[in-house]
């Protein structure tokens, strides 16, 4: 096997057969194994278009995206572990390049995305100081699960006691271990926004609280502050008018947030 994608699962039965087709379309698939973790559905996901050599497994009990993404990474057989979600897809990747390219090294990749049929392209490197700011800012869905790969050679884990920015954490944590870089690989990704019910669609800061935490007691100290308020800024008691018109005018001059990030913050502060 040069590669094991691993799909986690819940209550997706049609997302998660268009995922397993983006793959199959791809050059190099028929040496590559799908690994399918479905988190407890309500009814049976099993997709029909699983190969003999690919895998399915269910949790009795629903156990969060990062339990089961961790448990695909344990399982793979692949050279090369990429991540899909499944009611994201594949739009171009070569297994059979990537292979020859990043098989045994220590980098963490990402690929450029689609998002609402639109492609964002990305720097060709991100270094650990960049990483904040760019997914708040300059490069919005930069790193989002769905695009990242590396190799098995240098397995990566996911904190499974985050119920949010799981992906964010992820990245954050392999910039923090200084074993390599995070560098942009050839192929796009397509990141589907149309599932209301996902985590990530669904507005809930108290859920970001966690990773704020970890990230202040982390060496990225410096930016919690900045996330903190990107994060948090609709909470009126923790950031009563005046403390938010001035941090909003920080970060915007300084470039860390965009006027459509302030738009948002007001709408949900006084409308929502």
Same mark, same amino acid.
């Given at each position: 096997?040069?590669?094991?994608?691993?799909?986690?699962?819940?209550?997706?039965?049609?997302?998660?057969?268009?995922?397993?087709?983006?793959?199959?379309?791809?050059?190099?698939?028929?040496?590559?194994?799908?690994?399918?973790?479905?988190?407890?559905?309500?009814?049976?996901?099993?997709?029909?278009?699983?190969?003999?050599?690919?895998?399915?497994?269910?949790?009795?009990?629903?156990?969060?995206?990062?339990?089961?993404?961790?448990?695909?990474?344990?399982?793979?057989?692949?050279?090369?572990?990429?991540?899909?979600?499944?009611?994201?897809?594949?739009?171009?990747?070569?297994?059979?390049?990537?292979?020859?390219?990043?098989?045994?090294?220590?980098?963490?990749?990402?690929?450029?995305?689609?998002?609402?049929?639109?492609?964002?392209?990305?720097?060709? #490197?991100?270094?650990?100081? =960049?990483?904040?700011?760019?997914?708040?800012?300059? @490069?919005? +869905? *930069?790193?989002? !699960?769905?695009? $990242?790969?590396?190799?098995?050679?240098?397995?990566?884990?996911?904190?499974?006691?985050?119920?949010?920015?799981?992906?964010?954490?992820?990245?954050?944590?392999?910039?923090?271990?200084?074993?390599?870089?995070?560098?942009?690989?050839?192929?796009?990704?397509?990141?589907?926004?149309?599932?209301?019910?996902?985590?990530?669609?669904?507005?809930?800061?108290?859920?970001?609280?966690?990773?704020?935490? #970890?990230?202040?007691?982390? =060496?990225?100290?410096?930016?919690?502050?900045?996330? @903190?308020? +990107? *994060?948090?800024? !609709?909470?009126? $008691?923790?950031?009563?008018?005046?403390?938010?018109?001035?941090?909003?005018?920080?970060?915007?001059?300084?470039?860390?947030?965009?006027?459509?990030?302030?738009?948002?913050?007001?709408?949900?502060?006084?409308?929502?």
């Amino acid at each position: 096997m040069i590669a094991s994608i691993v799909i986690p699962n819940k209550n997706r039965t049609w997302q998660l057969e268009r995922a397993i087709s983006s793959i199959l379309s791809q050059k190099g698939s028929q040496h590559v194994e799908i690994i399918v973790i479905d988190d407890a559905s309500d009814s049976n996901c099993r997709p029909k278009n699983l190969r003999p050599q690919d895998c399915f497994i269910e949790n009795d009990i629903n156990k969060g995206a990062a339990f089961c993404r961790n448990i695909g990474i344990t399982k793979s057989k692949g050279e090369l572990i990429y991540l899909l979600d499944s009611d994201d897809t594949f739009i171009t990747r070569d297994f059979v390049s990537d292979n020859r390219k990043y098989a045994n090294t220590e980098n963490l990749y990402y690929t450029d995305i689609m998002v609402d049929k639109k492609i964002r392209h990305f720097p060709k #490197k991100i270094l650990p100081g =960049e990483y904040l700011q760019s997914i708040f800012c300059t @490069h919005k +869905y *930069l790193g989002q !699960t769905s695009t $990242l790969f590396f190799s098995n050679h240098a397995p990566l884990f996911f904190d499974e006691s985050l119920p949010k920015h799981q992906d964010w954490d992820f990245a954050l944590t392999f910039l923090s271990s200084r074993r390599g870089h995070m560098i942009k690989a050839a192929g796009i990704s397509c990141f589907d926004r149309e599932d209301k019910t996902s985590l990530s669609r669904n507005f809930n800061p108290d859920k970001s609280l966690p990773w704020l935490g #970890k990230l202040r007691l982390s =060496e990225h100290e410096e930016n919690y502050s900045y996330a @903190h308020f +990107y *994060l948090r800024s !609709t909470e009126k $008691l923790e950031y009563p008018l005046l403390s938010w018109v001035s941090l909003s005018c920080k970060y915007l001059f300084s470039k860390k947030i965009t006027v459509t990030d302030i738009a948002k913050s007001l709408i949900r502060r006084y409308l929502i």
